[in-house]
Structure formats: C-alpha cells, structure tokens
C-alpha cells in the first residue's frame, strides 16, 4: 500500500491564484480530513469527509473548498489563494469516523506571495 | 471551549537523557488522547494514545498516563536517542464534538550526540 499520497509537495502561488491540493488514500478509509499547520499552532481541521458524497467544515473553512466524489480521493481547492494561506497543508485519513488512528500525507509546503 | 496545551519548545536533551513533555486538555466530555511524532520532512505518525482515565500508552519506550484528575497526558522517555530528534504533538478526540483531532502546538525536541 502506498498509504496516504499528496502532490504536489511545494507549490508557490501568486495572490488570487487558484490550485488544487490533491490526496489519494488506498486503504479504503471512510474518514479523510485536511489540516494546515502554522509554527506554534499545531494543526488545524480545515474540512473532513465521514464518506464518499459526504463533506463537512473544520475549524478554518473558509477559502478552501473540497469533494469527495470517490472514497480514494479528497482533494482541496484554493479558490483565490491569499499570503495567510501559506501554510504546510496534510491529509490524513482513517477508517472510520470514531477514535481511529489517523494516517498522514507526507504534506504539501504552500507559500502564497 | 475544547484545547490542548503543550509546553513550548525547542527541548534540547543529550543522549541518553530523560524526556518529559507536558500536555494537559481541556474539554466538555471525555477525551481520547493521542501523541503524534513528526519526523524531519515527513508527516506525522501516531505514537501512543490512551482511551480512557488511567489507560497507559506505551511505544518505542515512550509513556504517557492519562490523568483525569490533572486533565494531563504528559510524554515521557527515559532514555532518548538522536533518532528522537522529531516534533512531538499532543491531540484530544472528542466524541461529543464529532470526533475531530484537537491538536496542540506542537514540541520540538533536540537530542544531541
């Protein structure tokens, strides 16, 4: 199993650019989940999936969208990328939605100029 | 509101020291408490959790008790190697708020030769 996969892994963006973080999990988990990780603050749930159709709002939603048209796939959209989005952005995933061990992405390092 | 706090870091130890790293929680219901690792460019991986008061997690010779009655989860080692040189990150799950990872901020520990 390759596990948890995000591409891609650095990425620049010019303020008001859009772009597509992309996650893929083979382990057939129901639960996938984006944080970002800002110095000193840990990381922060930005949206989750419980399951395929199913998406819902973390702590810091807003400027990102997401979907989930399959169980494999979660990808995250910046639909007009800001310098407070520069961030190091995870995916995790786990089997269920309950207290699951959650599995990381390697992350992607996002910087927003 | 429900947070974790964990002490600040960089924590630089020798070899073969002995590691203590504070975490205490606060939350509306009952908690299950994780310590996740994160090693130089990877993401994190989860190193020990416990479920209810008084369960120990143990792994790779790392600790930690979940002490209802100090709202704590301290992480602990008593021997650390340089391979030990990662961030460490306490987190809560709660199921009453829909089991979302809280996480807090994060420690940097250090080990020297």
């Known amino acids: 199993n390759a596990g948890v996969t995000q591409t891609p892994k650095f990425q620049v963006l010019k303020t008001g650019q859009s772009m597509t973080l992309q996650c893929a999990q083979d382990?057939?988990?129901?639960?996938m989940s984006w944080y970002r990780q800002d110095p000193g603050m840990g990381l922060r749930l930005i949206h989750y999936s419980v399951g395929a159709g199913i998406t819902d709002q973390g702590e810091v939603p807003n400027g990102y969208n997401v979907s989930r048209s399959t169980t494999e796939d979660f990808p995250l959209r910046l639909l007009s990328a800001a310098p407070s989005q520069t961030s190091v952005y995870f995916c995790?995933?786990?089997?269920?939605?309950?207290?699951?061990?959650?599995?990381f992405g390697p992350g992607t390092r996002l910087t927003v100029l | 509101g429900n947070s974790v706090t964990q002490m600040e870091g960089p924590v630089t130890l020798s070899e073969e020291a002995f590691l203590t790293i504070n975490c205490t929680y606060t939350a509306t219901g009952y908690p299950s408490l994780f310590w996740y690792v994160q090693y130089p460019g990877e993401g994190l991986q989860l190193l020990l959790k416990?479920?209810?008061?008084?369960d120990k997690g143990s792994n790779k010779g790392f600790e930690a008790t979940y002490r209802k009655e100090t709202t704590s989860f301290h992480l602990e080692k008593g021997s650390v190697q340089v391979s030990d040189s990662a961030v460490y990150f306490c987190a809560q799950m709660i199921k009453a708020a829909g089991n979302k990872l809280t996480f807090g901020g994060g420690t940097r520990v250090l080990v020297k030769p």
């Open positions: 995790a995933s786990s089997y269920s939605f309950g207290v699951d061990t959650q599995y």
């Open positions: 382990m057939n988990h129901e639960y």
């Open positions: 416990a479920t209810k008061a008084d």
